[in-house]
Structure formats: structure tokens, C-alpha cells
């Protein structure tokens, strides 16, 4: 098997920082503080509890308002969004990480697959 291509999130990173600090403007403004991790996190498993409705509506089988196809989309960036965030405060290099982990899947597959 070829070497794996290891790819590079950092422009993605970048810009989901970028927006994040304009949230962290309007949180001070309206909340006199910036979401903590924790209210970080319950913003994005709340996204991701919708992402399973959407899937639903994308199958015909929960009916929304909208196009389930780009709500689909524009939830599935978001949370991508938030995991950007959430690794910064967390201080975790989400290229490394990323590469890192699909090197181990994907040694683990090639082995079973070769097995």
C-alpha cells in the first residue's frame, strides 16, 4: 500500500478561529464573558443531536421546514466548526491528531484487509 497522503487542516482551523473570536465579541457584550468549554461543548452536541434529525428528514422520515440537504450541510460544517474551536481551547493539534489517528485506522484495516 502507497505511503498515505496526511492532510493539512490548518486553513480550516484559521478561519474557524476567526469566527469564533467575533462570537467571543458578542458573548462579552451580551454575557460579560466567552463561552466556557463546557457551554462550548453543550452548543455542539446540540448541533450534533440535530444532524440525526436531519438524516431523518434526509431519508423522508421527519419532515422540516427547509431543505434537509443543505441544513445537512450547513450542520455538518458547523460542527466540523466546532471542533476546531474546542481543540484550540484544548490546545490539540487537530492536524496531528487527525493524521495521527487515521494512520492507526488505517494500518488496522490494511491488516485485516490483508489478513
Do not use: C
Amino acid at each position: 500500500m502507497p505511503t498515505p497522503k496526511h492532510a493539512e487542516l490548518a486553513d480550516a482551523r484559521d478561519r474557524a478561529l476567526e469566527v469564533r473570536a467575533l462570537y467571543e465579541i458578542l458573548e462579552r457584550r451580551l454575557n460579560g464573558k466567552v463561552w466556557s468549554d463546557h457551554e462550548l461543548m453543550l452548543g455542539f452536541s446540540n448541533d450534533v443531536g440535530y444532524i440525526g434529525r436531519l438524516l431523518l428528514a434526509h431519508e423522508g422520515t421527519w419532515g422540516i421546514d427547509g431543505d434537509p440537504a443543505a441544513e445537512l450541510e450547513h450542520k455538518l460544517s458547523e460542527s466540523l466548526w466546532w471542533i476546531f474551536v474546542l481543540a484550540d481551547r484544548l490546545g490539540i493539534d487537530m492536524t496531528g491528531a487527525f493524521n495521527k489517528t487515521m494512520d492507526t485506522i488505517q494500518a488496522g484495516l490494511e491488516g485485516a484487509v490483508e489478513g
